[in-house]
């Protein structure tokens, strides 16, 4: 994934085995980052400013690596693995889906997190805010897209029109 800031100064990958590799896209300069999991990585974010990138997966927690300073931040355990991660574009926000189904919405801030309802039956994939921050999609097993307000987080159109799970979803720029 590429870091949201001007010009995608850095390109972050997650990998199986608890690291993020990051290169600086125009030195091709390469950093690992060894995080504090022994466990798959399962999806990242950026931060809007480019500033770090936020991860999770089989250990439960939310990680976040700030680039300038190389350290890493972790939040309290989930009730189960972290399946994919999106970071508001316009907010200090972040919604985190788990294997078990939840989704959940934290401020990055205040720390302060809520359950949010995702509308789905199972688990939720994969979710994303849009680029422009007003709602988020969430894609999951019972083969939906919902779209939710940012605002309200409530869902305001579901999309049925799938045989399959939704495993990805992206954004033109």
Request: proline share 5%.
């Amino acid at each position: 994934v590429f870091s949201p800031e001007s010009g995608a100064k850095y390109l972050a990958a997650a990998f199986s085995d608890g690291r993020i590799r990051l290169w600086e896209t125009v030195t091709k300069r390469e950093v690992t980052v060894k995080l504090p999991s022994r466990w798959p990585l399962n999806d990242l974010a950026w931060a809007s400013d480019g500033g770090s990138v936020f991860t999770g997966g089989f250990e439960q927690h939310l990680l976040a690596f700030h680039i300038q300073s190389l350290r890493v931040g972790t939040w309290p355990k989930f009730a189960a693995p972290i399946v994919s991660v999106t970071v508001s574009p316009g907010k200090p926000e972040l919604l985190a889906a788990l294997a078990n189904g939840e989704l959940w919405w934290l401020n990055l801030q205040t720390e302060e997190r809520a359950l949010v309802s995702s509308s789905h039956q199972g688990i939720v994939k994969i979710v994303r805010y849009h680029p422009q921050g007003q709602w988020f999609i969430t894609a999951g097993a019972d083969h939906q897209l919902n779209w939710h307000d940012a605002g309200t987080r409530a869902v305001s159109r579901t999309v049925n029109a799938h045989q399959h799970e939704v495993s990805c979803l992206g954004f033109s720029p």
